[in-house]
């Protein structure tokens, strides 16, 4: 996606799909095509869930159409300078409970959030951005779309053709980088919790 992402390096071999993939606010404006923006959600379809039961669900509104602001109205006001520029943006709600029982589903927004990742990388890939946000009104979000109790707003991802850093508030310029990760031995215990 940039230069910039050759800042990060692994402790370890891994793929660098996913070394490179980070969460750009440098978004061009152009529009994405139906193909391309529906080929994201092909490869979220494909994430692991608990008894296949695919909580995932995703609204998506594309940039100057009438639902537009649906979902941008919701967006903290930090958001939405950068996010003026996507090409869509997409509301990510998982479903609480199983279709085949209709019992609550304790790893819904875990299985939700494999999905986001597999759009991520897809995006990635394909030199698109895909930038998650919690920093939205989730209440505002419910209704603006009549979402029933049972399923849960997750989070709002901006989608577009990555633009130029420059054209960002100064601000955002400043935080405009892939950022690190802790060390491996900082998030992992052989045998014990040790945090």
């Given at each position: 996606?940039?230069?910039?992402?050759?800042?990060?390096?692994?402790?370890?071999?891994?793929?660098?799909?996913?070394?490179?993939?980070?969460?750009?606010?440098?978004?061009?404006?152009?529009?994405?095509?139906?193909?391309?923006?529906?080929?994201?959600?092909?490869?979220?379809?494909?994430?692991?869930?608990?008894?296949?039961?695919q909580p995932w669900r995703f609204i998506y509104v594309k940039n100057g159409t009438p639902s537009w602001d649906k979902i941008f109205s919701t967006?903290?006001?930090?958001?939405?300078?950068?996010?003026?520029?996507?090409?869509?943006?997409?509301?990510?709600?998982?479903?609480?409970?199983?279709?085949?029982?209709?019992?609550?589903?304790?790893?819904?927004?875990?299985?939700?959030?494999?999905?986001?990742?597999?759009?991520?990388?897809?995006?990635?890939?394909?030199?698109?951005?895909?930038?998650?946000?919690?920093?939205?009104?989730?209440?505002?979000?419910?209704?603006?779309?009549?979402?029933?109790?049972d399923y849960q707003p997750e989070v709002v991802v901006a989608l577009g053709h990555l633009g130029k850093k420059d054209d960002l508030p100064e601000?955002?310029?400043?935080?405009?980088?892939?950022?690190?990760?802790?060390?491996?031995?900082?998030?992992?215990?052989?045998?014990?919790?040790?945090?």
């Open positions: 996606m940039s230069s910039e992402k050759s800042i990060r390096k692994s402790e370890l071999p891994i793929t660098p799909l996913i070394l490179n993939r980070w969460s750009p606010r440098a978004l061009s404006g152009e529009k994405m095509g139906d193909e391309e923006l529906l080929s994201l959600f092909e490869a979220a379809k494909w994430a692991p869930s608990a008894f296949n039961s967006l903290a006001n930090g958001n939405k300078i950068w996010t003026a520029k996507a090409a869509a943006l997409v509301l990510v709600i998982s479903r609480n409970n199983f279709e085949y029982n209709d019992r609550p589903n304790p790893t819904a927004s875990f299985d939700c959030g494999a999905a986001w990742q597999s759009l991520a990388l897809e995006a990635s890939a394909r030199g698109l951005v895909a930038h998650a946000m919690s920093g939205f009104d989730f209440d505002a979000a419910r209704a603006n779309f009549k979402i029933p109790e601000d955002f310029q400043k935080i405009e980088f892939p950022s690190d990760r802790k060390k491996v031995q900082e998030i992992i215990s052989e045998g014990e919790f040790k945090w």
